[in-house]
């Protein structure tokens, strides 16, 4: 019989993270961006070479102009959060263990959650003044559907014999509730914080750039009516950072409270 | 503790899936319960245990519980049912919470995870543990209420078979002088921990037969023994096997006695 080796067929498909591979190719990208502007090659007005946004955000910085805007965002961020994870969350829990809250809460979710909550904004200006109130509004609106839907779906992913087994013991339903759902949910709530958190972002900056005199948001807007697409971009930069700071807490939060996974 | 079980029958969706029955389970025996898949035994086992509301019948639980009995019947699952946050102790300590102080509440977790050989994975979290040591975590969160009445739904059979034949003899010693409804599909399993065992038909279960078991536990692990297990093995198995080989062929009702 004429014999052959068993070629190898098994690779590919598995794609790891090359390590500095990342890092360097982002600075690749600042470094062609900074040769473009400094070669003239575009107008300080279409797009600042990366050194000239660093320099205004550093500006910005010292002026305290920067912490201004970045004081105002954060607190209608995270009372306009809060407000609607709570709710989110609670309203969850009720869809995901009552069937009077389901059968009511879960057609009127499902209906509300698509609707981008920018649109209601008008509706709120009008039921609430331009001031802070309509835009804290917005960013709860839409946190609240997002991580409704996560903690409902958290807790139908319950087994349920881990329900049976707490009645087993004769557990009172508040303790089956604290002990058993609520922990067991806890997946479902931080997959929708992370949603809810972006989604908030976005709701801020639009809700900032429709009625507002400060915040991110309206920075970004007014440099883009000035041309200062400097001051603009920084404006993004903080963004940026600031999505990435909220994803940061919360996957710190999910290694340290999910460690059980 | 006694359990009477009077004309029990359950329905789910109007479809009967177990009964009528009647069966007495005295104090201190060890009763096995097979049927062919679907037959509705954890549907008994639901029953028995409160957790299903029987559609005609009832079941009575007769006698004192044991001193410090704190559930008078406690169950073992199949899944096992432990929650993947809590360390073992703390699954083992979760019946006791809002039950006992924090003094007697430590003393009974050790004493149980003494017992069942878990002191040193007291902190370890399920996920850590094989399947074995994962139902010794089942069963020593079922002791520590000092049941009077265990109910088993087939705790092994997510078990490999080695691990099956190690924990087998640990719940049964572990288990002495406790009321037992052991379900189970498996044949051997059930002539070696049962007193009786009792075998339903296809859905609707009803009691087909009522088989004791006449040789002394202890005695059941010896090669002398094994032929008479054998034998009963065997009867069981005829009368088992055109029931078993229906439902095997039938369409598959879906539907979980716990879900
Ligand atoms: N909640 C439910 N709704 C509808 N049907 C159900 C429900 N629970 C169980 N059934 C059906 O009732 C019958 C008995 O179920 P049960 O789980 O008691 O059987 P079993 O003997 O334990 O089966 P198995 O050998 O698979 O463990 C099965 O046909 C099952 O599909
Ligand atoms: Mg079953």
């Known amino acids: 019989m004429r014999s052959r080796e068993i070629p190898f067929r098994g690779g590919g498909f598995a794609p790891e993270r090359i390590p500095r591979v990342g890092a360097l190719a982002f600075l690749l990208l600042l470094a062609a961006w900074e040769g473009v502007c400094r070669a003239g090659l575009v107008s300080l007005f279409t797009l600042p070479a990366p050194s000239r946004v660093l320099l205004t955000l550093l500006e910005m910085a010292t002026s305290g102009e920067l912490f201004f805007h970045l004081r105002a965002s954060l607190g209608r961020l995270v009372l306009g959060w809060s407000l609607g994870a709570l709710s989110g969350v609670a309203a969850g829990l009720a869809i995901g263990v009552s069937s009077l809250a389901r059968s009511i809460g879960l057609p009127l979710v499902s209906a509300l959650f698509p609707v981008p909550k920018i649109a209601l904004l008008p509706l709120l200006i009008l039921w609430l003044g331009i001031g802070e109130a309509s835009k804290v509004a917005t960013i709860a609106l839409g946190t609240f559907f997002p991580i409704a839907i996560a903690t409902a779906s958290g807790v139908d992913q319950i087994p349920k014999s881990l329900v049976r087994m707490a009645q087993s013991f004769d557990l009172a339903p508040r303790a089956i509730l604290a002990k058993v759902i609520l922990p067991g949910a806890l997946p479902g709530v931080l997959a929708g914080c992370r949603i809810s958190s972006s989604i908030a972002l976005v709701l801020l900056t639009a809700a900032e750039m429709i009625g507002a005199e400060h915040g991110i948001g309206a920075l970004v807007l007014q440099a883009g009516h000035l041309m200062r697409s400097d001051r603009l971009l920084a404006g993004v930069v903080l963004l940026s950072v600031l999505g990435l700071a909220i994803g940061a807490t919360i996957g710190a939060l999910e290694r340290r409270l999910l460690a059980w996974r | 503790m006694r359990l009477r079980i009077e004309a029990l029958a359950h329905a789910y969706d109007g479809l009967a899936a177990l009964g009528p029955l009647d069966l007495v389970v005295e104090p201190g025996e060890r009763l096995a319960v097979i049927g062919p898949s679907g037959c509705g035994k954890s549907t008994l086992l639901g029953l028995v245990g409160g957790l299903l509301r029987p559609s005609r019948g009832r079941v009575l639980l007769e006698g004192e519980p044991p001193p410090g009995s704190l559930v008078p019947v406690a169950y073992v699952f199949q899944d096992f049912a432990l929650l993947p946050w809590r360390t073992v102790e703390a699954n083992v300590a979760l019946p006791l919470e809002d039950r006992l102080g924090a003094a007697e509440r430590r003393e009974r977790v050790r004493a149980a995870l003494a017992r069942t050989r878990l002191s040193d994975f007291a902190r370890a979290h399920p996920r850590q543990l094989s399947g074995g040591m994962r139902q010794r975590v089942g069963i ?120």
């Open chain 2, 140 to 259: 020593a969160r079922a002791l520590v209420v000092e049941p009077g009445v265990l109910l088993l739904d087939e705790p092994l059979s997510a078990l490999d078979a080695q691990t099956r034949e190690l924990l087998l003899d640990e719940v049964l010693t572990l288990t002495r002088g406790a009321t037992l409804v052991w379900v189970t599909h498996h044949l051997e399993e059930a002539v070696r921990v049962a007193d009786r065992v009792v075998l339903l038909s296809a859905r609707p279960g009803r009691i087909r037969t009522i088989l004791p078991v006449p040789i002394p536990e202890a005695e059941r692990g010896r090669p002398a023994a094994l032929a008479e297990l054998a034998r009963l093995r065997l009867e069981l198995w005829e009368l088992l096997r055109e029931d078993a080989q229906r439902a095997e062929t039938a369409l598959v009702v879906s539907g979980d006695a716990l879900a």
